[in-house]
């Protein structure tokens, strides 16, 4: 939904770049990437930080019950949410980049 937002506040910007020479596949792209940021963002910081809080906790409650407290990270697993995470962003990206690619710059650019 804030993808949506955003691609319509910043309509006069999209046409802006329409104008000096951008692409519709650029404009797609910008908007993708514009997706695709945050969510980079937050695998590079909750991955690493969430791996290491669910070993500490599992070490903490592992010697409270008494049980082995060798915690397996399973890597794959941790790929797959990434994967699917930069995926998603891609693809919900498409139909606002797109939005944001029909942009009519004259009419938009009119009033400046």
């Known amino acids: ?3 949506i937002v955003s691609v319509r506040e910043h ?4 046409a802006t770049l329409k104008a000096i020479g951008f ?9 993708t990437w514009q997706s695709m940021t945050p969510i ?17 906790w599992w070490r903490l409650l592992a010697q409270m019950i008494g049980v082995v407290d060798s915690a ?4 794959a697993a941790l790929v797959t949410v ?7 962003a891609g693809l919900i990206a ?3 980049g797109l939005r944001a690619a029909r942009t ?8 400046e």
């Open 72 to 75: 397996v990270v399973p890597a």
């Open 23 to 31: 692409t519709r596949r650029q404009i797609v792209g910008s908007v």
């Open 104 to 111: 009519p710059a004259a009419a938009l650019l009119r009033g």
């Open 40 to 56: 980079a963002v937050s695998l590079v910081l909750a991955l690493p930080l969430g791996t290491a809080l669910g070993r500490w």
């Open 82 to 88: 990434a994967t699917v995470a930069v995926v998603a």
């Open 94 to 96: 498409i139909g606002p």
């Open 1 to 3: 939904m804030a993808l």
């Open 11 to 14: 309509r006069r910007s999209y």
